[in-house]
Nanobody, 119 residues
Framework: QVQLVESGGGLVQPGGSLRLSCAAS????????MGWYRQAPGKQREGVAA???????NYADSVKGRFTISRDNAKNTVYLQMNSLEPEDTAVYYC?????????????WGQGTQVIVSS
């Protein structure tokens, strides 16, 4: 089982920036992809951005041009740089990883980190 620990959430004014981090730990696993999801109050969880082990990325239309996902393979860590934040970005942000272990595909979720965009 892979454990994920997120950090970097907080309160920021509209137009501001935050950087989220998510570190994966465990043994005997090979990461396929890592990504970020978010869930705002009263809404369904939605995908924000993802990055594969080879560096391919994809983004939700609502964050394109404002958010950047990156990863440090050596540290099994993924980052989400969030710029030009809007109140609509307020949500709990969750990290997720898909990985192989014992030739079986599995996934893990982090505990979530709160992002509040407000003046």
């Amino acid at each position: 089982q892979v454990q994920l620990v997120e950090s970097g959430g907080g309160l920021v004014q509209p137009g501001g920036s935050l950087r989220l981090s998510c570190a994966a730990s465990g043994s005997g696993f090979e990461i396929i992809s890592m990504g970020w999801y978010r869930q705002a109050p009263g809404k369904q969880r939605e995908g924000v951005a993802a990055i594969t082990s080879t560096g391919n990325t994809n983004y939700a239309d609502s964050v394109k041009g404002r958010f950047t996902i990156s990863r440090d393979n050596a540290k099994n860590t993924v980052y989400l740089q969030m710029n030009s934040l809007e109140p609509e970005d307020t949500a709990v942000y969750y990290c997720k990883t898909d990985y192989f272990t014992s030739n079986r595909r599995s996934d893990s979720w982090g505990q979530g980190t709160q992002v509040i965009v407000s003046s």
